[in-house]
């Protein structure tokens, strides 16, 4: 089970370091690597950035071995609570410079976090200093992240205030908002519509409707809440996550029940059926806004998902 990073002693705190140095250096690398043809300058940052990252990697292997010898646990980030779970974006072919941008970004964060939380754990004079000027290094990189530069982003498209408080208002609301909004859309279909065309009566299948949309709130946003305590990744207080998550779980499910309070079946199923077609093309729309994704692409991921769990419940209802 992973641990709690105030269950980190000073020993684990810097094999931990020493092993986020190492993973950021590797993405770096792939970032310089995927955008090497089409954005020469901006690898070249990347490729400053690993050569930094190593350099910090060996400073902390040196206060290690200083501290505890030669031996250095394996601690990896995945091994503690409190960290963003990333999408390997790197991987991805070709590369979109404000996809790197906003990876970075949340990288550099994280690690400087990490570092400024873990001086206050260490007594050592000598760590305690490492710890601080590696925080301070992480921050011109945050800094760098934000402001890098291609052919569609510039530094002047807006001030490093404003960055920051997108980035945040994403992390902390849409991320968690667009979550709920897609598993409360999605997943009361089934047992909406099975109720519906099990029964034909409006008032039984709102009140289904009602009961799954309300469950898979509290549901989403206890499992939201309880994900992440923000600490080290700076997606804010798991409270306002976990609310978002699960006012928005109820909204998606909400939005196509409230329908059947029409009295007559086929008129509320039918505008239910709407309903349902609105709410997936304004997810695909939140996540080609916010989360980089194609507008066609979220729309058929997102359709088809809903579609096949609305034909499940229309299939379990008249069986």
Known sequence: MAKNFN??????????????????????????????????????????????????????????????????????????????????VWLIRPLGIKTVRRQAGIMETETRRFYERSMKKTVDAGTRKLLGDLAEAERKHETLAENLTG??????????????????????????????????????????????????????????????????????????????????????????????????TTAGGIGHTLPYLIPHFLTATVTAAAVVAFELLAISYIRNKYMDTPFLSAAFQVIVGGLLVFLAGILIGNS
């Open 151 to 248: 052919e569609h982003l510039t530094p002047e498209a807006k001030s490093g205030e404003d960055k920051a408080e997108h980035r945040l208002f994403v992390m902390q609301v849409v991320q968690p908002g667009l979550a709920g909004l897609m598993d409360g859309s999605v997943s009361t279909l089934a047992p909406l519509f099975a109720a519906a065309f099990a029964t034909h009566d409006s008032h039984s299948a709102f009140l289904v409707g009602l009961a799954a949309s309300v469950g898979a709130g509290i549901s989403m946003g206890f499992a939201e809440a309880a994900s992440d305590d923000g600490s080290l990744t700076g997606r804010g207080k798991p409270l306002l996550r976990g609310v978002v998550c699960g006012l928005m």
């Open 7 to 88: 269950e980190l002693s000073e020993r684990e705190i810097l094999a931990l370091a020493i092993s986020l140095e190492e993973t950021d250096g590797r993405i770096y690398s792939d970032f310089a690597e995927g955008l090497r043809a089409d954005y020469p300058a901006t690898a070249e940052i990347f490729a400053k950035m690993v050569a930094e990252e190593n350099d910090h990697r060996r400073c902390l292997i040196d206060e290690y071995r200083r501290r505890f010898g030669e031996h250095i646990p394996l601690i990896r980030r995945e091994d503690v609570r409190g960290f963003v779970n990333r999408r390997p």
